[in-house]
């Protein structure tokens, strides 16, 4: 891993906003507030291996947080990041995240120069679900990409239940059903006209795509301007993030942001 990403045009700093610990970067030379993106990382990964995602999108211009969810980075990481643990801990991770999203985007308005009518969110897999969640419930954040993610928690719940052969929600009623009323496909009124781009590796082997197409097929004819709804999937691509679907990102924050 590059342990100095540092240029003459970006600033990478660790930073705790709350008490979540962080990577921040930003360009170096910019007039006014900045445009902001929150990129949420996966299950079994931590904010430093997403660092070159974090300089790609400062390098054209954003603001970028990247924060640890609990269990991973510097917040109690785990031993294991085995089935087990994601049963029991793959949901609360998710709801955990967005809760602290409020934290997150405070602390970036307050603290580091956000321009508040200027935040995105973006994120890869669990950071992906997690994006999309916070994106529902904070009609303040302007625009999501989501990475081999979901915004159709239920279906992906039980396509996780059945590969996996175990209860994802660990049997928890109280957790099941804040799953449910959560689940960005249970508020598409809250979503309809807003900035939502969806990519997703048409042979995940993780995170099937087949809950994203519904969403998808869903949502589109509720929207009256299609431009801000985009679908694509990658044939062949399993469960990877590519460069092409960064270009992508950076192509609707530009649109949208």
């Given amino acids: 891993m590059v342990d100095h990403l540092n240029s003459r045009h970006i600033v990478e700093e660790r930073v705790t906003i709350g008490n979540i610990p962080a990577i921040l970067f930003r360009p170096k030379e910019r007039e006014g507030l900045f445009p902001s993106i929150i990129f949420y990382h996966g299950w079994s990964s931590k904010k430093e291996y997403q660092r070159m995602r974090g300089f790609i999108l400062a390098s054209v211009g954003y603001q970028v947080l990247i924060p640890d969810a609990i269990y991973h980075g510097e917040r109690n990481p785990l031993l294991n990041y085995d089935v ?40 890869h897999s669990m950071g992906g679900f997690t994006a999309a969640g916070a994106f529902t419930h904070n009609p303040y954040i302007k625009a999501l990409v989501v990475l081999n993610g979901s915004c159709y928690w ?104």
């Fill in 84 to 123: 087990e643990n994601a049963a029991k801990l793959f949901w609360k991770i998710i709801l955990n995240n967005m809760e602290e999203s409020y934290i997150l985007i405070d602390g970036l308005v307050s603290k580091y120069d956000a321009d508040v009518d200027r935040i995105g969110v973006i994120g």
């Fill in 154 to 257: 239920e279906n992906s719940n039980n396509i996780f239940q059945e590969q996996l052969k175990i209860e994802m929600s660990n049997g928890s009623n109280k957790l099941a059903e804040r799953i449910s009323s959560l689940d960005p496909m249970k508020n598409l009124d809250l979503l309809v006209d807003r900035p939502i781009l969806l990519l997703h590796g048409e042979k995940d082997s993780v995170v099937s795509i087949e809950s994203q197409r519904i969403f998808y097929d869903k949502i589109k004819n509720l929207y009256d301007n299609k431009d801000r709804i985009k679908f694509i999937g990658y044939p062949n691509l399993d469960h990877f993030v590519t460069t092409n679907m960064m270009e992508e990102a950076i192509y609707w924050f530009y649109l949208h942001l």
